[in-house]
């Protein structure tokens, strides 16, 4: 064997698989990063002096999105449109989170007995309200009021608020130290 032509031999790499690995993984990457954020609304949140962080929040912890005119939405869906004059407006603030009730207490429930030794079906997740800024405070009161209705229940609820206000940049005292 000529050792000499072995050497002037050129090796060509084939790039192609790598590029197919490196499109598949930024497709990967881009739709998980996309699920993570699909109950997520882009609202501007109002501003928290005192915060506890939602570090290790519920996988099925159901998400309210009302934006600043106060239309509801849950799962990118509108549930809920003030403007509309049409639809009977608690009914439908109602009929979600019974909903949202209904599917809680099939995936997950605690049972409880009251005082009268009537069991009651329980939702041991809270439910997690995302309200803009200027949204007007009727509307998160109303979810809230119908949130503590005997047939929905729900038990525990959390409010979104930033750390950082997005228009003027203004952080929480705790965070300046």
């Not at 881009?30 to 996988?59: G, H, M, T, Y």
């Not at 912890?61 to 003030?82: E, H, K, M, S």
């Not at 009651?120 to 803009?132: F, S």
Request: glycine residues 4%.
């Amino acid at each position: 064997m000529n050792v000499e032509k072995m050497v002037k031999e050129t090796i060509e790499m084939d790039m192609t698989p790598m590029i197919d690995c490196v499109f598949l993984l930024m497709i990967f990457f881009v739709l998980v990063i996309d699920l993570s954020q699909k109950n997520l609304e882009d609202l501007i949140l109002p501003r928290a002096e005192f915060q506890e962080p939602d570090e290790s929040p519920p996988e099925n912890r159901p998400i309210l999105n009302v934006l600043q005119n106060g239309t509801v939405v849950y799962q990118g869906v509108v549930a809920y449109n003030p403007l509309d004059p049409e639809k009977n407006k608690l009914k439908l603030i109602y009929d979600l989170l019974f909903n949202i009730r209904e599917q809680g207490v099939r995936t997950n429930a605690l049972h409880l007995v009251d005082k009268e030794g009537v069991a009651a079906k329980v939702i041991d997740e809270p439910i997690l309200i995302r309200a803009d800024k200027w949204t007007e405070w009727n509307v998160v009161g109303e979810i809230m009021k119908q949130c503590s209705q005997p047939k929905i229940a729900f038990w525990k609820v959390q409010l979104a608020l930033s750390e950082e206000d997005k228009e003027t940049g203004e952080k929480n005292a705790s965070l300046k130290k």
